[in-house]
């Protein structure tokens, strides 16, 4: 079985921070995602990456898959109340359509 | 209008009785998922369809079971609930032609007391 853990499980910042989110396997994976799920809401995707070294920019928040495919970062610059929410890494193995997700980490920024 | 809709979105109920969560897609994509959530755990996959003849198991199905009306349609059964399926349940979708991006329903929050 193939496990994704995430950390931390649980970050409580304020407004203006940086921060960083980990998702690591010993597994390989062919592409990675992430989701952001908000209360009473289904996980929406941000970003995939595909290529081992990969980094990827969307706004204040910055993707990185690892050189080995392995692992992946989410580093988020000036935290915002509006980045508070789940955050779920996904990986798949290009075979069947198939993720495994993340145990998921928590963020919630306040001001 | 939501392309993926859950229903019921909440739901409590006794164990023992026959449970049923339907989920329903305007994307016109080909595959369909359900997961369940728990705290801590992330998402499981219990069952997954690739189209409407294909089904197959996740890695959770013991106690439940799906069926695939249409292409749109995906519901998925708890014959006998227990309580330790107490959870959130979301539905997905996928494009083969796109197989890794699944978009996701609004959940359904079940509770077997």
């Known amino acids: 079985t193939q496990l994704l853990e995430q950390s931390p499980q649980f970050l409580s910042i304020q407004e203006g921070e940086n921060l960083t989110v980990y998702c690591n396997s010993s597994?390989?994976?062919?592409?990675l995602q992430w989701y952001r799920q908000e209360p009473g809401e289904g996980p929406v995707l941000l970003v995939t990456?595909?290529?081992?070294?990969e980094v990827k920019k969307l706004k204040r928040l910055t993707f990185q898959f690892g050189d080995a495919r392995k692992d992946s970062s989410l580093h988020i610059t000036a935290a915002q109340p509006g980045d508070t929410g789940l955050y779920l890494c996904?990986?798949?193995?290009?075979?069947?359509?198939?993720?495994?997700f993340g145990t998921g980490t928590r963020l919630q920024v306040t001001l | 209008d939501a392309d993926v809709t859950q229903t019921p979105r909440n739901r409590i109920t006794k164990t023992g009785k026959r449970i049923m969560l339907e989920c329903s897609q305007t994307?016109?994509?080909?595959?369909m998922y359900w997961y369940r959530q728990d705290p801590g755990l992330g998402l499981r996959l219990i069952y997954y369809?690739?189209?409407?003849?294909?089904?197959n198991k996740g890695e959770i199905s013991d106690g439940y079971s799906v069926s695939r009306q249409a292409q749109a349609k995906f519901s998925l059964s708890l014959e006998s609930a227990i309580p330790n399926q107490t959870a959130l349940y979301f539905c997905?979708?996928?494009?083969?032609?796109?197989?890794?991006?699944?978009?996701f329903g609004p959940g359904t929050r079940l509770t077997v007391l």
């Open positions: 997905a979708t996928s494009d083969s032609a796109s197989t890794d991006t699944q978009y």
């Open positions: 597994s390989v994976f062919s592409s």
């Open positions: 990456v595909v290529t081992g070294g």
């Open positions: 996904a990986g798949s193995t290009g075979t069947a359509s198939k993720l495994t």
């Open positions: 994307k016109g994509h080909d595959r």
């Open positions: 369809s690739f189209d409407v003849k294909d089904i």
